[in-house]
């Protein structure tokens, strides 16, 4: 038979309206947040950590983990993906020096200014008529601002209330196994 899951809740109000989040972990890798900056969950399997709450505190190291882990999904980066067409269709050399060339370069100069690339569906109606050869590859991304913000502004606190936990725990005598 195994041994019963343990639950820990850690609740971080606002402050100054930074945001708040009410988080649960499990004993069994569980975690799950509910936050603010949104809602996300992951079960770890194996952590190598006798107590999870310590692979929480050593995971903290890594926000990119965190946010690959939570489900902060990759959003589309308006301010790449342009600079990277821009880029491309200003470049002298992407296009040669030959007339057909040039005016295939001017006619990708004009349609660029009438493409509105500050949303994803700009960029696909701008993708349906380029003639440039797989355009798609301009696409940039970055990571959820949502899933960042919990990562980097709510974990730091919910770790901190994790370590005074065990510090506590462990301080009077209660003793996790061995990391």
């Known amino acids: 038979m195994s041994e019963p899951v343990k639950l820990w809740r850690y609740t971080i109000p606002s402050v100054e309206r930074e945001g708040w989040a ?3 972990i499990g004993s069994d890798g569980f975690c799950s947040a509910v936050s603010d900056w949104g809602n996300y969950s992951f079960r770890w399997t194996a952590t190598g950590c006798a107590d999870f709450r310590d692979f929480v505190l050593r995971a903290q190291s890594s926000p990119a983990y965190w946010i690959n882990k939570l489900g902060g999904d990759d959003v589309y980066d308006a301010a790449a993906t342009e600079a990277e067409v821009k880029d491309y269709i200003e470049d002298p050399d992407s296009f040669g020096s030959t007339k057909s060339a040039k005016a ?3 006619r990708e100069i004009e349609l660029l200014q009438d493409s509105d690339l500050r949303r994803p569906e700009g960029f696909d109606r ?4 380029t003639g440039l050869d797989d355009a798609w590859e ?3 991304e970055k990571p959820d601002p949502h899933a960042t913000a919990f990562v980097t502004r709510a974990m730091p606190r919910i770790c901190a209330l994790i370590q005074a936990e065990l510090a506590a725990e462990r301080g009077a ?3 996790s196994a061995p990391v």
């Open 22 to 24: 009410i988080v649960v």
């Open 104 to 106: 295939r370069r001017a």
């Open 126 to 129: 701008w993708l349906e008529q």
């Open 138 to 140: 301009y696409r940039r």
């Open 173 to 175: 005598g209660v003793v």
